[in-house]
């Protein structure tokens, strides 16, 4: 199904919490509190609200101590040389802070940047392989926050060093965060803190823009419309709700008690929404396929050709380019701020 790989895309760490993954029951309540799973084997590990951080060095030199969003305490006797990436998100932040090429396994969907397409896919996103994990001889594996508590479990028990990257509700505080506790693991955290940094700095000047602008568009924001009747949204509690308001929009599902609920056709109708961002485009749903689903031919955003595709790989994983997506969705809500 669809979601799965979005979600597995998304690695929004615990911020799925429970609420989310394939089939999903509707809500009578204006906006739905859907609460699927795809089996008890995958719910998400809960994390602390708390940030990562970072022990004081201990009296080894060599040794790194690091607690993760889930709040485990992690202590490392060495930099890692090996490294297993086991969810896009934490792939791309170890690339980014400069480990790409210590990585020897990663999943399926890890595919940025491109050298990471050669690594060895060691899980299809939900299954890890933990014969060829053993075999590659870690001496890092990173997983999601929305990792199965099986799986971790499974991990540990095989006596392998662990980190858990995604914090239960997600932010780009939290982003942020992490890429810096991954680069502390590492063993580059003054890269980490360029990282975040650059992406600090990129958001500020979108925000900028977005600053100027004179109207706040009501924005839907599809993540999955596999059931065109109830499409997947981002609610309150997923960072994408946060990238819509920083880019200067407001989300109809911004009243949403999860962070990803479906909304029924006569909740979207409603809210009438200005601005349609289709991150499911990827997956074969076109601007033009929408004004043709019943009844949504009378949504202003759709009147008005304001129905766009997005680039999901920039605003479905937790890390440093969040700071694009931004500026995607920043282009799509508010053109007439970046025409020059």
Not at 9 to 35: E, F, H, R, V
Not at 169 to 191: L, P
Not at 310 to 338: C, M, Q, T, W, Y
Request: glycine residues 6%.
């Amino acid at each position: 199904m669809r979601i799965r790989k979005i979600l597995v895309q998304l690695s929004l760490g615990a911020l799925l919490s429970a609420s989310l993954i394939a089939a999903c029951s509707p809500a009578a309540t204006p906006i739905p509190n859907i609460q699927p799973t795809i089996a008890p084997t995958t719910a998400p590990i809960v994390a602390p609200t708390t940030a990562p951080t970072v022990a004081p060095p201990t009296s080894a030199a060599s040794e790194i101590t690091v607690t993760d969003s889930a709040g485990r305490s992690l202590t490392l006797t060495a930099i890692p040389a090996r490294i297993i990436s086991l969810a896009p998100s934490t792939t791309e932040i170890v690339c980014a802070v400069g480990a790409c090429d210590k990585l020897v396994g990663a999943d399926q969907f890890s595919d940025y940047p491109a050298q990471v397409k050669a690594v060895p896919k060691l899980s299809d996103g939900f299954n890890p392989n933990y014969e060829q994990i053993v075999a590659a001889k870690p001496d890092l594996v990173l997983v999601a926050g929305i990792t199965s508590p099986d799986v971790i479990k499974k991990l540990d028990e095989l006596k392998l060093s662990l980190l858990v990257v995604g914090a239960e509700k997600s932010t780009f505080d939290t982003i942020a965060s992490e890429i810096k506790m991954v680069g502390v693991a590492v063993g580059n955290a003054e890269q980490a803190d360029a990282v975040v940094t650059a992406m600090w700095a990129k958001i500020a000047k979108v925000e900028q823009k977005v600053a100027q602008a004179k109207t706040q568009p009501r924005v839907f924001w599809e993540l999955d419309a596999t059931d065109p009747a109830k499409p997947f949204t981002p609610g309150p509690g997923s960072f994408v709700d946060e990238l819509i308001k920083r880019a200067g929009g407001i989300n109809i599902a911004a009243g949403a008690t999860s962070p990803f609920p479906q909304l029924n056709v006569e909740e979207i109708i409603k809210a009438n929404p200005q601005v349609i961002i289709l991150s499911d485009a990827a997956y074969g749903i076109a601007p033009e396929s929408v004004g043709k689903r019943p009844g949504w031919n009378v949504i202003e955003a759709v009147k008005l050709n304001q129905v766009f595709p997005i680039d999901d790989n920039l605003v479905s994983r937790p890390g440093p380019r969040v700071a694009d997506g931004l500026e995607a969705a920043a282009k799509l809500i508010h053109p007439e701020l970046f025409t020059q």
